[in-house]
């Protein structure tokens, strides 16, 4: 059973930056999609940034390309998301998701979620 634990979300200014880590446990070392979701209240879930540890290029949102960072480190099992010039808009509760195939738009194909990690950004 894999679990996915989030960390590094808080309170920040806008324009400033904050990382966010997603600590994989109980993984094999196959290779996974694993992605950033976010939502907020009373809207849907959106990805935000997905990317296959065995290889490829990661997926970004518009609302995101140029300011935010996907990446991932298999020996330790953590996936991050750097994210620069941070928005008010970017204000979200923030989730981490794997699955052990390819990646998809499909949210439903992704088997294992993280309890999200809550980011608010001040303007």
């Known amino acids: 059973q894999v679990r996915l634990k989030e960390s590094g979300g808080g309170s920040v200014a806008a324009g400033g930056s904050q990382r966010l880590s997603c600590a994989a446990s109980?993984?094999?070392?196959?290779?996974?999609?694993m992605g950033w979701f976010r939502q907020t209240p009373g809207n849907t879930r959106e990805e935000v940034a997905t990317?296959?540890?065995?290889?490829?290029?990661?997926r970004y949102a518009d609302s995101v390309k140029g300011r935010f960072t996907i990446s991932h480190d298999n020996a330790e099992k953590t996936l991050y998301l750097d994210m620069n010039n941070l928005k008010p808009e970017d204000t979200a509760n923030y989730f981490c998701?794997?699955?052990?195939?390819?990646?998809?738009?499909?949210?439903?194909?992704?088997?294992?979620w993280g309890q999200g990690t809550q980011v608010a950004v001040s303007s």
């Open positions: 109980g993984a094999t070392d196959d290779n996974f999609c």
């Open positions: 998701a794997a699955r052990d195939s390819y990646c998809t738009r499909a949210q439903s194909a992704y088997k294992y």
């Open positions: 990317v296959y540890t065995g290889g490829g290029s990661p």
